[in-house]
């Protein structure tokens, strides 16, 4: 069992991305630490503000100036796909959501290949069922989403609906010389561009 359970964890590993570890440089004085250049050197990241119920509905008016807050949820359109925007300040989590179908109707298969793409092709966007609908979803806690996050987030949610029934993919990584990461990369670049200056 422990040989099966061994040879899984193997096979799972071969087929993900491996990282090169970096390895530290040897100081003059032959000690292992690594070498750093001075923190001035360092480039400084711009430090976005938290995330907030107001930022972002800034964030998603400069997208849809016709969006419809109601309470903690938002609800607006990309591309005339419908998306819906919660978020609990007290709990710290927002998740955004794109209904695809009634979940009547949905077997066993559907079911496994649901499954199967939320763990490969749909990336941080999810296939889940709530209320009688499949729906794509992105969940992540507020405070920390930075716009660019949210903005990719909007995204994913949306490639989840459009590809169920073919890809299932996110969008953000197809494998293969296809246009999906073209079209992934240039509706981004769209809502970037339109969020600009929040």
Known sequence: MAFLRTAFVASILAGM?????????TSDNGSDAEILPDAQELPQAPIEPPMTLLRMAEIIRAIDPEAQPAGNAIQFTIDDIPIVVIADP??????????????????ASELMRLMQANFDSALDARYAVAQGRLWGVFIHPLSPLEKDQLLSAFVQTINVARTYGQTYSGGATVFGGGDSNGIYRELLKELQELGEEI
């Open 17 to 25: 991305a491996v990282f090169p570890v970096a390895h530290a440089q």
């Open 90 to 107: 007290v709990a710290d989590r927002m998740r955004a959501m794109v209904p695809i179908r009634s979940a009547d109707g949905l077997d």
